[in-house]
């Protein structure tokens, strides 16, 4: 996320940048929780 563009593009774009922030939250959410899983199994 340039910071150039953070200014900028929230108003404009606020329903695609939540779309994207949103995405991007599940997938770290997802890559933590199968971390937390693996280790828990081993």
């Known amino acids: 996320m340039p910071l150039e563009f ?3 593009g929230i108003n404009f ?7 994207h922030l949103m995405i991007y939250f599940a997938h770290c959410i997802f890559v933590i929780f199968s971390l937390l899983m693996e ?4």
């Open 39 to 42: 280790r828990r199994v081993r």
């Open 13 to 19: 774009n606020w329903k695609l940048w939540r779309k």
């Open 6 to 8: 953070r200014g900028f």
